[in-house]
């Protein structure tokens, strides 16, 4: 009788001991599953920046104004781009309505707001010198200040972690526009590293109608 009992707290201490490793292998693997998985991006994403699917940041200020930029994945794909506004101080603006031209080899793409709003105040710095889109583009190389019509629209924006997740889709997406190209099996190396992110001034190997179809599916919010 000894001896039963002796083998049966024998097996419930081990089938705890089962439990327990089981839960905590488990929990290991949710963790590891809720990681960002792919995520090593080459743009820039601060914390606090809010993105826009017209691949257009915003900064929010204390008051409620917002300064407005075009993102680190339209920069890096222009090569020496010059920058034109569409808008002046005090005009209202509506999602959607085209507010800057980017202008780089003869071609051009048409940047768009992301929500409805007055304009405050433009950066004439950013025209004189464009190389600020690359160079200090959360800083100095912000396009336009705006107030927004409604502080609710916030919450479409993107933020941190689904600002990451949705540039993957998006780099995932421009792989498959560069692969509508004439010639793209040659043109591919020359536009994205190892099979992976786009080389810095991407755009100025590809065709005028791969501009406009650029345009169309990444510049346009059509959410």
Known sequence: MTVLLV?????????????VIGARDKKR??????????????????????????HTWMSLFPSGRMRLGVDDFVGRLLDTPSISYLKEPHQHVQK?????????????????APMDGEILDRNVKLTEEPNRLKESLFTDGWAYTIVP???????????????????VGEF?????????????????????????????????????????????????DTV
Not at 7 to 19: G, N, P, Y
Not at 149 to 167: M, Y
Not at 176 to 192: H, I, R, S, T, Y
Not at 194 to 216: C, I, M, N, S, T
């Open 96 to 112: 959607g309505e085209p507010i800057l031209l980017l202008k780089d080899g003869g071609h051009t793409l048409t940047v768009r």
């Open 7 to 19: 083998v049966l707290t024998v097996l419930v201490f081990l089938a705890i001991d089962i439990a």
């Open 149 to 167: 019509a409604r502080h609710s629209d916030i919450k479409q924006l993107l933020l941190g972690e689904e600002t990451r997740r949705w540039l």
């Open 172 to 220: 995932s997406r421009l792989r498959d526009v560069f692969a509508q190209e004439k010639g793209a099996n040659d043109l591919l190396p020359a536009l994205l590293q190892d099979g992976g992110p786009p080389l810095q001034g991407a755009l100025k190997y590809v065709l005028p109608e791969a501009w406009e179809r650029f345009e169309r599916a990444f510049l346009r």
């Open 29 to 54: 693997s949710s963790a590891v599953g809720a990681q960002p998985v792919g995520l090593a991006l080459p743009v820039r994403i601060p914390e606090g920046i809010y993105f826009a699917r017209t």
